[in-house]
């Protein structure tokens, strides 16, 4: 299988996992890739296969987050999308992900933010909380199968592997480059790929993310909200059209942005467990 964009495939000399490492599924996201350039040297698969894969290499070569649509929105099942959305680059570009990523093992897709003071975070779900107890993360988000389908970890959670998302922090903060980095060592060391220690498991808060707001006209945030900020129920968030948007429940407030189409995903909201 020799998808456009494969970075290296990687084979151990004994049989063991097939993993999956995705940067730049958003293309101007540049701690993955940077990260990968400076590191690859040092990686050496011990067993299984590991397939390095430059998620949406169009938008990597022009920086931006992505041509047409997010490709991250792209995999949920093709009769769900309009003739205009499978008309787009990224639709065309997850079908040509789709058979790697229902056939790995685990993938570790690896984000990061235009936001300075953004709060790192790892989204995967239940299955995979043994596999991410010890990367360098505080807080772990599940539930975004549900609220936001279509991602590259959702699929490959459909598909029976462990799909696990990192936001690592601000795209050029030396920070969130070794973040990603000690996060691939663990995730290669956890699936037998390579032999090491694994980071010191540390307490992480978990997320229950249940909530997500979609516009109805436009949405413009009352004020900014960092990621996992407390809200209260009944908080002014923001306007949709003329209509004022208050927080729908006590929770920690996620992804939250301003939205000009209807339809958008513009905020969620989650409960620490
Ligand atoms: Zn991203």
């Known amino acids: 299988m020799n998808i456009p964009g494969t970075i290296s495939v990687m084979t151990g000399l004994s049989t063991g996992k097939r993993l999956v490492v995705m940067v730049g599924t958003h293309g101007n996201e540049t701690c993955g890739p940077l990260m990968l ?33 997010n490709l991250n929105r792209m995999f949920r099942a093709v009769d769900s999308y309009s003739a205009k959305e499978r008309e787009s680059y990224e639709f065309k570009r997850a079908q040509e992900l789709k058979p790697l990523l229902s056939s790995c093992d685990a993938l570790l897709d690896i984000h990061s933010s235009g936001t300075k003071d953004t709060v790192p975070f790892v ?62 060592k663990d995730f290669l060391i956890i699936n037998g ?13 978990v997320v229950n993310s ?32 003329n209509e004022k948007i208050h927080a729908p429940k006590d929770g920690l407030i996620i992804f939250a942005r301003n939205r ?11 409960d620490v467990e």
């Open 37 to 69: 350039r400076e590191r690859f040297s040092e990686i050496q698969i011990q067993r299984g296969e590991v397939i390095f894969i430059e998620g949406n290499p169009r938008a990597i070569e022009e920086n931006v987050r992505y041509i047409d649509e």
């Open 123 to 184: 989204i995967c779900e239940q299955n995979s909380f043994e596999i991410v107890k010890e990367f360098p993360f505080e807080i772990v988000s599940y539930g975004f199968d549900q609220i936001e389908p279509g991602g590259t970890d959702t699929y490959v959670n459909e598909n029976g592997g462990n799909g696990i998302c990192i936001e690592c922090g601000y795209h050029y903060d030396p920070k969130a480059k070794d973040r990603s980095w000690e996060s691939l």
């Open 193 to 205: 790929a390579i032999d090491g220690e694994l980071n010191t498991p540390r307490d992480q808060m």
């Open 210 to 241: 249940n909530y997500l707001y979609k516009t109805k006209v436009n949405f413009r945030l009352h004020k900014y909200f960092a990621d996992f900020e407390e809200i209260r129920e009944g908080d002014f968030i923001g306007t949709d059209g």
């Open 260 to 270: 000009e189409d209807s339809g958008e995903e513009a905020f969620i909201v989650g």
